[in-house]
C-alpha cells in the first residue's frame, strides 16, 4: 500500500511527553506514533506529515458568526459546513482572497490603507496573529454567503515534522519532536493547528492521519567513516537525534559533533540525558551548548562555533559534513554568515573566497539545511 496526502495512513498515538520545563518559554513535545503494519520505511533526515484538525472552538465560533447551522449542506459539497470547516479548510490564517473581500465590502480605514499602498510590512503588522474569525468581526455589520466564504479560503493543509527516531532502533514506531505553537493578542488565546491538535485534541490510543515525506538530500553520508557536524537549535536538533542513533546502531567510525542552542539549560534542554548517555557510550564526540538566557551576554550556536572555529575548520576541511536545522529566517543566516568567517580566518582568504568555498561544499552536498 502506498500511503500519501490523498491516502494516508491511519495511525496510532503511542504517547505524548513534555521535554521542556514549566517555567520554559516554549511548550515543546515528544511524541511515539505507532507505524503498525503500515510498511512505512523511513531513513534519518525524513519528515512525517501529520493531518490535522482544525480547533473544534472556532469552528463552532465561525459558524456562529456566519449565522448558519453547524449541520447545513451546501450545494457542490457533500459534508456539512461543520465537518467542511473541520477538516478541509484552513481557518486560522486568512487569506489575501478574503482579506481583500471583507477590506471592499466593510469601512476599515487601516485595512484599507495597507491593501491600497499594496504595503506588505503594513499589512503583516496589521494581520499578524489574527485568524479568519478575526477579520470577520472587523465589522459586526458583514454579511456574507457562506459559498463564497468557503472560495475565499484555502485547503488544509498538512504539516511536516522531522522524525526524531531511527529505523534500527524503532522499526514499528516513529518519533517526534515539536514546539507547540500558542500565543495571545489582547485577551484571546489562539494555537497553531496541527501542533495544538497533536497538544490538545489528542490522547494515548487516538488515530492520526500520516504518510511519509522522504528528504532526498538531507542524508547522513553513506560513507560511515566520514565525520559530521550538526547544527541544531531548539526543535531543530529533532533529526540529529535521529542522526545519532542511526550512526550508533550502524557502529559508524565516523566522529560526531552536535551544537545546540536554546533559552535556557534548566528549562530548555531537551534530550539532555538522552545528550549525555551518547557523549558516554564515545557515539557523540564533541558537544557544544549555548544557552543564550543564561548569562547577560547572549550566546548562539553560531558563537559557540567561533569559539572552536580552528577545530571546526578542521572537521570540514578534512572532510566533515555540515548540517543545519531550524529556522530559516534568523539562525540558519547567522550561521552562514559566521560560515563565512570561520572559513576567512582559518583559511586566510577574502569573502570571494570563502564564496567559492562554501559554494563547492554545498556542490559536494557536504553543507546541507533544514530549514523552515
Known amino acids: 500500500m502506498v500511503w500519501n496526502k490523498q491516502n494516508p495512513y491511519l495511525a496510532e498515538l503511542l504517547s505524548a511527553k513534555r521535554l521542556s520545563g514549566k517555567n520554559s518559554n516554549k511548550e515543546i513535545m515528544h511524541y511515539e506514533i505507532s507505524l503498525g503494519r503500515s510498511g512505512i520505511r523511513y531513513e534519518p533526515g525524513d519528515s512525517l506529515g501529520v493531518i490535522p484538525l482544525n480547533n473544534h472552538n472556532l469552528v463552532i465560533d465561525i459558524i456562529d458568526r456566519l449565522g448558519i447551522n453547524p449541520s447545513t449542506t451546501i450545494e457542490g459539497y457533500q459534508n456539512t459546513v461543520y465537518d467542511l470547516l473541520k477538516s478541509q479548510f484552513e481557518i486560522l490564517t486568512p487569506t489575501n482572497r478574503l482579506i481583500s473581500y471583507i477590506s471592499q465590502n466593510i469601512n476599515h480605514k487601516e485595512l484599507e490603507e495597507c491593501l491600497k499602498n499594496e504595503d506588505r510590512t503594513l499589512l503583516f503588522k496589521f494581520k499578524y496573529g489574527m485568524d479568519v474569525l478575526d477579520f470577520l468581526n472587523l465589522d ?55 501542533t495544538t491538535f497533536l497538544a490538545d485534541e489528542l490522547t494515548k490510543g487516538s488515530k492520526i492521519k500520516v504518510f511519509l515525506i522522504p528528504n532526498r538530500t538531507f542524508k547522513l553520508p553513506k560513507d560511515t567513516s566520514k565525520s559530521i557536524i550538526m547544527i541544531g537549535p531548539g ?109 576567512q580566518e582559518c583559511h586566510n582568504c577574502d569573502s570571494e573566497e570563502s564564496g567559492l568555498y562554501i559554494k563547492n561544499l554545498k556542490k559536494e552536498k557536504r553543507y546541507l539545511q533544514d530549514v523552515y
Open 235 to 343: 526543535t531543530g536538533i529533532a533529526p540529529f537525534i535521529s542522526f545519532l542513533h542511526e550512526r550508533k546502531l550502524l557502529k559508524s567510525s565516523g566522529k560526531n559533533w552536535l551544537f545546540f542552542g536554546a533559552q535556557t539549560k534548566k528549562d530548555d534542554f531537551i534530550y539532555e540525558n538522552e545528550l549525555v548517555d551518547l557523549q558516554k557510550n564515545k557515539v557523540l564526540d564533541k558537544l557544544d551548548l549555548a544557552f543564550s538566557q543564561d548569562q547577560v551576554k547572549k550566546i548562539y550556536v553560531q558563537d559557540k562555533m567561533y569559539e572552536s572555529k580552528l577545530e571546526f575548520f578542521k572537521w570540514i576541511d578534512e572532510g566533515a559534513y555540515l548540517y543545519v536545522c531550524g529556522d530559516a529566517l534568523n539562525m540558519a543566516k547567522d550561521v552562514e554568515s559566521m560560515l563565512h568567517k570561520i572559513i
Open 140 to 194: 459586526n455589520n458583514l454579511k456574507i454567503d457562506l459559498k463564497i466564504f468557503l472560495t475565499l479560503l484555502k485547503p488544509l493543509q498538512h504539516r511536516a515534522y522531522s522524525i526524531s527516531s531511527s529505523i534500527l532502533e524503532y522499526p514499528n514506531k516513529i518519533h517526534l519532536t515539536v514546539s507547540t505553537q500558542r500565543w495571545k493578542k489582547t485577551s484571546k488565546k489562539y494555537g497553531g493547528v496541527c
